[in-house]
């Protein structure tokens, strides 16, 4: 089952930054919060990922709060090429050292002109 | 460095034929990764590699499905007598998995099985 909670779609206006929410109040203390997209018939991208700290790269920056138990994907300066549906997942550690990603139904994001 | 790349990246098959789908992981990546994602819906994981042993199977992966790494590079993905639920897009993923923090998994472009 999915552990996290975002709302359906958002929409963003070009060059504004977009904010992304994302619930995961049963997060466990070794989960690591993962923030993927995609992007129409292309599979999955990587974006960024997280554990309690707040994280920077080249695409975004994840912001999560002190508790864990929410976060939030930010895009700096959104283009209409970050329309996409934005997946915040918690990666669940398999009993053979493996990590599965549970996807849930995700952030459709509209970036418009 | 090239990316994960899957063959073919569509396909139509009809009711009751067999299909087979390759994964050519990151060079180097010792962890490999199949889901399987429906329209409409998010991808759902469905079996794991650690070099060549598959190490775990979601209930998702029937009798009908077969997967292997033989030689812990590639992998292929079989389905047998498939039936028209089977029709989706099947993701590989891999990944390097030098400790929990450093073990991201990225994404192939997937291949779009029809079953008519």
């Known amino acids: 089952d999915a552990k996290t909670t975002q709302p359906p779609s958002m929409d963003c206006a070009e060059g504004r930054a977009a904010n992304l929410p994302c619930n995961h109040s049963t997060i466990s203390g070794n989960e690591y919060v993962y923030w993927y997209r995609q992007i129409h018939s292309q599979g999955p991208q990587y974006i960024i990922h997280g554990l309690k700290n707040n994280e920077t790269n080249e695409m975004a920056s994840l912001i999560i709060t002190e508790d864990r138990k929410s976060s939030t994907l930010i895009l700096p300066h959104a283009t209409l090429r970050d329309t996409a549906v934005y997946y915040c997942?918690?990666?669940?550690?398999?009993?053979?050292?493996?990590?599965?990603?549970?996807f849930g139904g995700g952030t459709r994001l509209m970036v418009k002109p | 460095d090239t990316g994960v790349s899957q063959n073919p990246r569509h396909k139509i098959t009809k009711r009751g034929q067999n299909v087979t789908f390759r994964c050519d992981p990151i060079?180097?990546?010792?962890?490999l990764y199949w889901y399987r994602q429906t329209l409409g819906q998010g991808p759902e994981f469905l079996t794991y590699?650690?070099?060549?042993?598959?190490?775990?199977k979601s209930r998702l992966l029937s009798d009908r499905f077969s997967a292997e790494r033989p030689k812990g590079s590639f992998s292929t993905l079989e389905i047998q007598r498939t039936e028209q639920g089977d029709s989706a897009m099947y993701l590989c993923?891999?990944?390097?998995?030098?400790?929990?923090?450093?073990?991201?998994?990225?994404f192939g472009p997937g291949t779009r099985l029809t079953v008519l």
């Open positions: 590699f650690q070099n060549e042993a598959q190490l775990e």
């Open positions: 060079s180097e990546h010792n962890r």
């Open positions: 993923a891999s990944s390097l998995a030098v400790s929990s923090w450093r073990d991201t998994q990225y």
């Open positions: 997942i918690v990666r669940v550690a398999l009993s053979n050292a493996g990590n599965m990603l549970t």
